[in-house]
């Protein structure tokens, strides 16, 4: 075996290597066995791996029938390794690869993957087999660290998935059960879906539930408020930038892009959201380059579309383009059949978040959550139940822990704050409204979140009274 390849030339000089060089200098361990099952051959790769000087081995037996021990040549230890190549001797094997576990003369434990090559003879017979020993310890440890985040992957994934289920949405009465099935029969398709409801309704649970129980349920779910935004900011976060981050439709890429408040994107973009829709495909602004997009829409709004429609506030075919599959969900006081289910639910989920035992509800408190009106919805329910359940100690909720105040019946919401005084002679509701929000605006600069804080309006209904009045055109 180190005989001289007089055939391969190595470099100018024109020396020549031997195969016990080539072998000997190799990466890999290399070790060889004759066919008296003897190794003739062991580099120093294979002394790294193993443990074991070549001195102490060569010339040694290595004979095991059944590939369990070969301590006659090195050991317990590292015999796993060296059985196998018997194989390709007893069965004539052309090639024979595995991967095991050794561990090696001091007692460090590696994998190794082994590849076994029968050398024959003359007479047709496998004279000689060659194997090649790798260390994949740190290959097979990415390996099991790839799969343990695989399984917390499909662990989320599948929390995810039951979390935004249907059948997690509380609902009792009529109208939420209608809505909820043909959000069942919609959310498996790609069709675009048009959400109407006020604020605090659940619309964008009803979006999420609708892209976890479709076929794009392995992509992103990207969710945007359209009233967040000063015009020129909603444009880039919609389509991006050659400057900034992609936009919306571009991460959105593959799964669900949910554009909340869609009445309040201003008509001369909604003209680019339109082409998008249509086209499949985006401009970042600052770029001519198309950008093809495949997003499924769902979007929703508390504002009449089609009202706006009217008004030339937003555009007919948008808007048809968007209500392909409308879905409304009703406010909470038009379903109060829903609201002990939901109380529960609220219970339970707020005492396993705080540790606490799920308290009860006095009478006098149940009668206060089924007699308000729930102007905030559900938004408003879910926060008066979790300070409730941080507030109770006693395991009773009382009608103190409930940040809400009895009505009188047939009573309107009063407000005490109130500094206005009604003349005798009365005044024109809409003149009165419309210089409030001259005032403001000229005491904010004309800065429409400033203008709406001193109003003590959203920004979005500020925008509404403004387009109202005919005010728009004078506000930044």
């Known amino acids: ?8 030339p190595f470099g100018k000089s024109g020396k020549t290597l031997s195969l016990h060089d080539l072998i000997e200098n190799a990466i890999d361990g290399i070790f060889i066995i004759d066919r008296n099952r003897r190794l003739v051959e062991f580099n120093r790769a294979c002394e790294s791996l193993t443990g074991y000087n070549r001195a102490d081995v060569i010339g040694r037996s290595v004979f095991c029938a059944h590939a369990v021990q070969c301590q006659n040549a090195v050991g317990e230890s590292m015999a796993g390794s060296l059985c196998p190549s018997l194989g390709v001797f007893q069965a004539d094997l052309a090639h024979r690869s595995e991967r095991m576990k050794a561990i090696s003369r001091s007692g460090e434990v590696r994998w190794i993957e082994t590849h076994y090559t029968p050398i024959h003879g003359s007479d047709g017979g496998v004279e000689y087999v060659m194997g090649i020993l790798r260390d994949v310890t740190s290959q097979v440890s990415l390996e099991e660290q790839q799969d343990r985040l695989a399984d917390q992957l499909g662990n989320y994934r599948r929390e995810v998935e039951s979390r935004y289920s249907f059948s997690r949405i509380v609902a009792r009465s009529e ?11 919609v959310a498996p398709t790609g069709t675009t879906v048009l959400i109407t409801g006020e604020g605090g309704t659940g619309k964008e649970l009803l979006a999420r539930a609708i892209h ?27 389509f991006g930038s050659e400057r900034d981050r992609p936009g919306c439709f571009e991460r959105a890429g593959g799964g669900t892009l949910f554009l ?4 309040e994107i201003p008509v001369p973009l909604q003209a680019r959201l339109l082409r998008a829709i249509q086209e499949k495909e985006i401009e970042r602004l600052g770029e001519g380059r198309p950008i093809p997009v495949d997003v499924r829409l769902v979007v929703a709004t508390q504002r009449n579309l089609e009202e706006r429609v009217e008004r030339n506030l937003f555009r007919l075919d948008l808007f048809h383009r968007l209500r392909v599959f409308p879905l409304h969900l009703p406010p909470l006081r038009e379903r ?11 219970l339970d989920r707020f005492a396993r978040e705080t540790g606490k035992k799920v308290p009860v509800l006095s009478p006098e408190a149940d009668a206060l ?21 941080i507030l109770c100690e006693g395991g009773t909720i009382g009608a103190a822990h409930l940040a809400i105040r009895p009505r009188a019946e047939g ?30 605006l000229a005491r904010s600069g004309h800065n429409k979140t400033k203008a709406a804080r001193l109003l003590g309006l959203s920004r979005s209904t500020l925008r509404y009274r403004l387009e109202k009045h005919n005010l728009v055109d004078s506000t930044p």
């Open 212 to 238: 976890f129980n479709s076929g794009r349920k392995g992509g992103p779910f990207v969710g945007l408020n359209c009233a967040s935004y000063e015009d020129g900011d909603l444009e880039a976060e919609l």
């Open 369 to 389: 959550l089924l007699g308000h009106a729930w102007e905030g919805n559900v938004r408003e329910l879910q926060n008066v139940i979790e300070r409730a359940v």
């Open 336 to 346: 109060r059949e829903d609201i002990p289910a939901l109380v529960s639910h609220l």
């Open 1 to 8: 075996m180190a005989q001289v390849i007089e055939a391969v």
């Open 260 to 263: 909340d408040e869609v009445g």
């Open 175 to 185: 109208a939420m059960l209608a809505t909820l099935e043909l959000a069942r029969e």
């Open 411 to 440: 009573t309107a919401k009063s407000d005490d704050t109130c500094v206005f005084d009604l003349p005798p002679e009365g005044v024109c509701l809409e003149e009165l409204e419309k210089s409030l929000l001259r005032q403001a």
